[in-house]
């Protein structure tokens, strides 16, 4: 059975920094998580970053130079790195395996809630 658990949200101000974590049990090697997600209040959900084979990271432009995915094979965990937070970047944040923007592989976890706010 899959189960993805995030964590690491919380309440920053402006212009902070969090990083969250995701750890996902029973997928296999070539199925872990590879993206991370989110979802705004009353929004569909988005993709904010995306690990793929060989390497590379892509990221939307709202996030691009603010976020960054990586992944931890010692620990089987993928992180997120967000600085230079913004009030619009409030969302409850999901990881999964990218099928496409708004699409994962797995079911979804409960996900970690990110607040920006003063």
């Known amino acids: 059975q899959v189960q993805i658990v995030e964590s690491g949200g919380g309440l920053v101000q402006p212009g902070g920094s969090l990083t969250l974590s995701c750890a996902a049990s029973?997928?296999?090697?070539?199925?872990?998580?590879t993206a991370w997600f989110r979802r705004p209040p009353g929004k569909l959900r988005e993709w904010v970053a995306h690990?793929?084979?060989?390497?590379?990271?892509h990221y939307p432009d709202s996030v691009k130079g603010r976020f960054t995915i990586a992944r931890d094979n010692v620990n089987n965990t993928l992180s997120l790195q967000m600085s230079n937070l913004r009030p619009e970047d409030s969302a409850v944040y999901y990881c999964?395996?990218?099928?496409?923007?708004?699409?994962?592989?797995?079911?979804w976890g409960q996900g970690t809630q990110v607040t920006v706010s003063s």
């Open positions: 029973g997928v296999s090697s070539n199925a872990a998580p």
């Open positions: 690990l793929i084979v060989g390497g590379g990271k």
């Open positions: 999964n395996y990218f099928l496409s923007p708004t699409l994962g592989l797995h079911p």
